[in-house]
């Protein structure tokens, strides 16, 4: 009889067992696909933040963006990117359009619409790269080039802009930086 308890008790530990194992597999699946929606909401949650006052001041540009240090003028806009739920330091942001001398906006625009460096065209409706609707109205209404070509000439070892577009108007370009 003892023996029959023993075996009963086995069983329902065992069972217990394949029980549990199969709860913290399942478990784990459901945590993983979590994960990845929480991944997904916080990217669309996390958003460019600022006081939304348009500055002018060429300074801060020049001092990140060595490239565009001969700039005539500018309109730009800065901020942080972050989540209030995630601790730490934040994310900033710039979005900038620049007025450059010509002869500075030729050099930068035959990198941004050569056939051979992979060039792309837009218009100032269509940007492929989130930029704050508050400055679209300074960007002129005409064609936008860009190309990876451009934006590695662009890039600084510390700063660098995530998106460079030259206006096809000889003298404005615009782009958006992303940093720490």
């Not at 700039?71 to 730009?76: D, E, F, G, L, R």
């Not at 619409?113 to 300074?138: A, C, G, H, M, W």
Request: proline content about 5%.
């Amino acid at each position: 009889m003892n023996k029959k308890i023993l075996n009963i008790n086995l069983i329902r530990v065992f069972s217990v067992m394949v029980m549990g194992t199969l709860m913290l597999l399942c478990s784990s699946c459901t945590l993983f696909d979590n994960t990845a929606k929480n991944r997904e909401e916080t990217t669309l949650v996390a958003n460019k933040q600022g006081d939304g006052i348009i500055r002018h001041d060429l300074e801060p540009i020049i001092s990140r963006f060595p490239v565009f240090s001969n700039a005539v003028s500018s309109m730009w806009l800065s901020g942080t990117i972050r989540d209030d739920r995630v601790p730490g330091p934040s994310t900033y942001w710039i979005d900038a359009v620049i007025v450059l001398p010509h002869a500075e906006h030729e050099k930068l625009k035959k990198f941004a619409t050569d056939i051979n460096l992979n060039s792309v065209q837009y218009d100032r409706n269509e940007l492929p790269f989130d930029f704050v609707p508050k400055l679209l109205e300074y960007i002129p209404n005409e064609r936008l080039y860009g190309s990876d070509v451009l934006l590695k000439f662009c890039v600084t070892e510390k700063y660098g802009p995530s998106n460079v577009l030259v206006v096809d108007d000889g003298k404005t370009i615009i782009f958006t930086a992303i940093f720490s």
